[in-house]
């Protein structure tokens, strides 16, 4: 019983190396990409997540027509694609009348179709397969070195900053009246976004990587007030999810990517009923209730 | 005589070069506690971000005494009451000043929230989220917030807002409370019973100044009539205020213009000059039209 559970459970991991690198690839995106998701919900931001992970798809295919299916430069095309569409889409909002959120519209879907027509002009259909739902089961080591980088540059940025990226979210005029930092705090906090996402799409491909960093966050919101549990718990999930949608994947010969992301959503909707903030416990508090 | 802890200078603050705060002029003495009236719209939420330095002025000049520390207190309906926190973590932001970004809290930071804490009627309530808050609890942790700042300069918008009468009492005294220890106070308030039961001076505003000083006589039928007639006058396509219009010696001290006023300021001797100085920008802007 035990050795059945054993290959079941762990012995894909201990067998094969790819399992391995997508094990300690998709545990690493976790750790940093969990924490931003967080952030970037509760500034109710969910959206712009999605936006900026079609953003960086041009850059992206830049380098992939410049270099083909090289890692590096397309990350780099990636991170640039994503500060201009997120740079362009703030100073729209800025110095017009229109709301960030329009901007930040239009500016990724002339990102996407630009993005989409670029891995056209050159690929196959298959190229572009890559791009847009990515290959886990693939990472080499140029990858994982990228994706580790990215996740202590966040966890170190995240440390440095929690105090102000706290605060401004609660309130934000009052770190205005105390501070100068509000402005450059929610440009790094971009930045962080971007470059998360930037280290997904490899792994989870553009349109999926995004999925990794929300669905723990939405999860973990469900079952804590403080906003540190609420980080480590989404990482959790995150972790959580990647091992069980790779196991599946190993199984049922799924897709990977697809499956990480399936697996992070079942734990939402499970959230959503048990959480201990979740529609389930609001019933019952209602019905019975303290003296004061 | 008091110093001066903030100075306007014929500020002028808006939106899309649209004024909210319109040529003022005068000071805010140390030590002293001022209401802020007017209709929704006049302007005085905008002034109280010009004097923290969030906006910046259209022209003009607002200069708080260097060294002073400042402490801001937004409209509640600015603070996001989904975050999830708990009451001591929103107290304890009023650390800022002392500790920044990376210093640790020692536990005497942490005494002074509880103490903070404590002095507001909230001790208990430490780890509540605040999302569980009342709308008067809620504004008693702002000002515990307020409180552990321990600012020389603290400006209160709309603090009174949707807040049961009790807690009102409470947080007034606690608003004098502060005078004492000779802190400056600049509250926005609605209630004009309240502000002249608990308010020493009071400045009337209708986008422009209306007038400033010991609240009995700021208050007067005559000013609040004339405060509504300009909050009336407001137009979207209002003309250009010319440079020439306000740039000329004299204009600058159209807000004290009542002769009674309680305390003495820098520009005493200029006061008989405003009212003329007023009635005649009016004119001055149509012809701009022209």
Known sequence: MMGALFDFLIGPFVQFEFMQRALLGSFMLSVGACPVGVFLMLRRMSLTGDAMAHAILPGAAVGFLLFGLDIVPMTIGGLIAGVIVALGAGLVSRLTVQKEDASMAAFYLISLALGVMLVSLRGSSVDLMHVLFGTVLALNDAALVLIGGIMFLTLGLLAIFWRALVAECLDPLFLRSVSRLGPPVHFIFLALVVLNLVGGFQALGTLLCVGLMMLPAAAARFWTTRVGPMCLLAIAIGIFSCVSGLLLSYHASLPSGPAIILSAGTVYLLSIFLGTRGAFAARVRRVSHRTA | MAEAVVTFNDLTLGYDSHPAVHHLSGAVRRGSLTAIVGANGSGKSTLMKGIVGILKPISGSCAVVPGAKLAYLPQQSEIDQSFPARVVDLVSLGLWPRRGLLGRHRPEDRQAVAAALDSVGL????????????????????????????????????????????????????????????????????????????????????????????????????????????????????????????????????????????????HDHHGNHSHSHRQVKPAGRQRDVA
């Open chain 2, 123 to 266: 001790s208990g309530f430490e780890s509540r989220p605040i999302d569980t808050l009342s709308g008067g609890q809620m504004q008693r942790a702002l000002f515990a917030r307020v409180l552990v700042q321990n600012a020389d300069l603290i400006l209160l918008d709309e603090p009174f807002n949707a807040v049961d009468t009790r807690t009102v009492n409470d947080l007034v005294a606690l608003i004098g409370r502060w005078q004492l220890e000779g802190r400056t106070v600049l509250v926005v308030a609605h209630d004009l019973d309240l502000v002249r039961r608990s308010f020493p001076e009071t400045l009337l505003v209708a986008r422009q100044p209306v007038a400033w000083g010991a609240t009995d006589s700021v208050l007067s039928e005559e000013n609040l009539l004339k405060a509504r007639r300009f909050h009336e006058a407001w137009d979207e396509n209002a003309p250009w205020c010319a440079p020439s219009d306000h740039g000329h010696e004299g204009h600058v001290h159209q807000d004290h213009g009542h002769d009674d006023h309680g305390h003495s300021h820098a």
